[in-house]
Structure formats: C-alpha cells, structure tokens
C-alpha cells in the first residue's frame, strides 16, 4: 500500500517539466567534437591559472632581463620580452588567473542577480513585472561598455572592483531569459498543484519553477563567459581594470600598442589567448545547448 508524501507541498515529480535524458545529453554533448576539444582547452587554461607561480618560468613582473627590451621569441623566452624586458610568457600565464577569475566570478554574480530578478518579475508579473522589466531593458539599451567606463573610473581599478562592476551590470539578459521561462512555467499543472495544496509563492519560486528554468541558465553563463573576459580585456586595455602591474591579458595588450610595430609579439601573444579562450567557452555553450535542448532559442552574447 502506498502511502502518501508527509510534505503538503509534495508535487509529483512526473507532472514537472521533464528534463531531458542525462545519458543522451551526455551523448550528444561528446559527439559535438568542438565542444569537447573546447572542454579540454578550458580545462588545460584552469589548471594553468590554479598553478601559475609553479608553471611560469619566472615572476610576472621581474626585469631581470636587461638589454633585452623587446627581443621576440626564443627557445629560452618563447613569447620573448616585452618593451621593460619582462618574460612575456610568465606575464600571460598570470594574466590567464585573472581573465579566468573575472570571467567565472563576475558569470556567478550575474546568475544570482539575473535568476533572482527574473523569477520574481516572470511569476508574480503586474507592476513587480514592468518595474524589473523597466530596469531590466534599460540596462540591456545602455550601451555596456560606457556603463562599465564609468563605474570603473568612479570606482578606481582594482580586482575586486572589475568583478563587481562587471557582474552587477550583465545581470540583465539573465533576467530576460528566466523571466520568459517562468512566465510560461507558471501556469503549469505542477505549479497550480503547489499552489493549490498551500504552498508559499518563495517555495514554489525556488523549488518547482527555478530547477527548470537552470537548462538555460547553464547555457547562457557558458556564453557569457568569454563576453565577460573580453570586457575585462577591454577595462584593463583602458587603464580601469586590474590595477598595473599585475598581468592581464589586456594590460599586455595596452602595453605593446605603443610598440605594435617594433615589437609586434607583444600584442600578439594575448590577443590569440583571448581569442582561444573566447572561442571554447562559446563552443562550449554551443555544444550544451544542442545536448540539453536542440530546440532552445538563446542568442549568443554580444
């Protein structure tokens, strides 16, 4: 004889939006080649930016190399010297730990906050609806950049600083995406059963409508990443990110601008490092949409 759940909120899980099978996103995610090669890179770039004091060759910021001022690359130096004689290569090993720092801390702010705005504004909609909605498309019509300048300047340069900056000004497009999943979850039977047997409007929020909506979360941080390290790339260029002289791959950038025709391998060496790191996390997320959903519509970040 069964028995009935002791929760009084208990929905049964059959009447919930069904993810897809496990084992076949599994499959489809390994039969997207680029989307594994793309793993492995993200992989190899993490374990360079967890052991980069033990993986580079000398101190991000050590001149020791006198007379070398801008030589190229070489069996010693393979990414040669920059235009102060530092070892280019240690510099964009360490500038990996903050692009991937920015990148992964700045997307988990911007999840909370976007989760957070777009559950509330897509399931109780009416005013809470045009309100967040109203602050929501104004962020998106801001243009990015000039909003992260200016709070960036305000704020003075710092690690710290990018992260939050850049976290709690991405949030929005997050929020749209949860906010139309929501609107079309919450009138579904499951949601209509736990509403019906007393539960809170918080419960039903966090337990039966956010879990199915994370598909697309998923989808969109893995996106989003590579738009945020190039953000960070795009602060630090300017002089408004990290604070000089820690290594950052858009500091090296700013600084072998002035020399991109004498010592053009100044600029080269990270722009590709941008460039490789932006592609496989896009893979990435292209890869775990197709596996999760074939059929989602979520556009790739800007």
Request: glycine share 8%; proline share 6%; with cysteine.
């Amino acid at each position: 004889m069964t028995t009935a759940p002791s929760d009084p909120t208990f929905v049964p899980a059959t009447q919930e939006a069904a993810p897809p099978s496990r084992n076949k996103a599994v499959r489809r995610f390994l039969g997207n080649r680029m989307a594994v090669l793309s793993t492995v890179v993200v992989v190899l770039l993490c374990l360079l930016a967890i052991f980069a004091p033990q993986i580079a060759p000398y101190h991000p910021n050590d001149d020791l190399f006198l007379g070398q001022r801008g030589v190229g690359p070489s069996w010693e130096h393979p990414m040669g010297h920059d235009h102060v004689s530092r070892d280019l290569l240690s510099r964009v090993i360490h500038g990996t730990r903050v692009a991937l720092t920015v990148g992964i801390l700045s997307s988990l702010i911007s999840i909370v906050i976007g989760v957070i705005v777009g559950a509330l504004a897509g399931y109780f909609g009416g005013w809470v609806d045009e309100v967040l909605s109203l602050l929501i498309d104004a962020l998106m019509a801001f243009p990015l950049i000039a909003l992260l300048i200016v709070l960036a300047a305000v704020l003075g340069p710092s690690l710290t600083t990018t992260i939050l900056v850049i976290g709690g000004t991405v949030w929005a497009r997050y929020a749209r995406v949860v906010r139309a999943e929501v609107m079309s979850l919450r009138e579904r039977d499951f949601v209509t059963a736990a509403r019906a047997l007393g539960a809170l409007d918080r419960r039903i929020i966090w337990k039966h409508v956010v879990p199915n909506v994370l598909t697309s979360v998923i989808v969109l941080a893995s996106l989003q990443v590579g738009s945020i390290i190039i953000l960070e790339s795009a602060l630090s260029f300017l002089g408004l990110g990290v604070r000089p002289p820690t290594a950052t791959w858009g500091g090296i950038l700013s600084d072998g601008r002035a020399f991109i025709l004498r010592y053009p391998h100044i600029a080269i060496f990270p722009g590709i490092m941008i460039v490789i790191t932006v592609l496989a996390f896009n893979f990435i997320g292209d890869g775990l949409r197709d596996a999760l959903d074939p059929h989602q519509k979520i556009g790739r970040s800007k």
